[in-house]
């Protein structure tokens, strides 16, 4: 029944949710106690915590056989974290960009989206295409990592089997979370006579963002504006190029009409992103209007 899978919808959001949280904590915990640098720590097991949702679902769709939510997944994310989340953030505070935001991490995510529309324009992602995605990441991680390291190791603490058993637990709810996701959107799809493609870009797109919304809406009221909006842009190039790409390597997908097409669409709203940061060295309420409105155009774009 329809309604069991709404339900099994929300009790995939929390699992992906709390799953995710527990497994940064106990992932960074772990890699402090055995001495690795915090920068590091930041750059790898942080940056893959927040995209666990993205990862977990996006690889079960792709082994699956379901591209098209794998495909949907990742460009509905990107599209929410750039609309609804970062324009919402914005509506609640206005905030000053920096150089490094708009110079660096957006043109980054930028050329990121670029190589994703340049290697899926074919209407398919292979497994050298998905190392290519994927090795792109690791190349800026790599650079990221020897921009800011500092050349001291930090001291390793004594290990504790609780932040252990905290990494094991987070790891099984993420991918427990996702399996349940897509499964339960890919049976409300054939009942609602929707397309796949639709339900990942709405619904499970939302509940693989829902840990950055609420991160995201915490920081602004708190005036952290700033560190939310690097944070969604670092997420949707890890998304872009992390997520898909290692999807590809995992199962080659076949990338839709609807995937290229929805490429093309996240590839101009990054580029609007960066304008808009560029302008006046800010993003204003009213620039936050302009990305809110343009998600919910593209929502209703595809739902018709």
Avoid at 144 to 167: E, I, N
Avoid at 263 to 285: D, I, K, P
Wanted: charged content about 10%.
């Amino acid at each position: 029944m329809v309604v069991f899978d709404v339900l099994f919808v929300g009790v995939a959001v929390v699992a992906l949710w709390f799953g995710a949280d527990q497994f940064v904590t106990g992932a960074s915990r772990v890699a402090r106690r055995l001495g690795v640098p915090g920068l590091i720590v930041g750059l790898t097991v942080v940056a893959f915590g927040t995209s666990a949702p993205e990862f977990a679902v996006t690889l079960d769709a792709a082994l699956a056989g379901q591209a098209d939510i794998s495909v949907a997944n990742v460009v509905g994310s990107n599209v929410l974290n750039l609309g609804f989340i970062l324009g919402g953030v914005a509506l609640v505070r206005a905030f000053a960009t920096t150089q490094t935001l708009v110079r660096r991490d957006g043109l980054l995510l930028v050329a990121s989206t670029a190589l994703l529309v340049a290697v899926a324009a074919d209407g398919r992602l292979d497994a050298v295409e998905g190392a290519l995605l994927f090795g792109s990441l690791v190349a800026y991680l790599l650079v990221l990592a020897r921009v800011g390291a500092d050349g001291v190791a930090t001291a390793a603490d004594p290990f504790h089997p609780p932040d252990a058993a905290r990494l094991v637990v987070g790891l099984a709810l993420v991918v427990g979370g996702g399996h349940l996701l897509v499964a339960s959107a890919v049976d409300i799809a054939r009942v609602a006579g929707v397309s796949e493609w639709v339900i990942g870009l709405t619904v499970v797109a939302a509940g693989t963002s829902l840990p950055e919304f609420a991160t995201s809406l915490a920081a602004a009221q708190r005036g952290k504006t700033g560190l939310s909006a690097g944070n969604l842009v670092e997420s949707c190039i890890f998304n872009a190029l992390g997520v898909l790409g290692l999807a590809a390597l995992v199962n080659p997908l076949t990338v839709s009409a609807d995937g290229v097409e929805g490429a093309v669409w996240l590839l101009g709203m990054t580029a609007l992103v960066v304008v808009l940061f560029y302008t006046q060295a800010a993003l204003s309420r009213a620039e936050g209007a302009v990305l809110v409105a343009v998600n919910a155009a593209y929502w209703v774009w595809n739902l018709l």
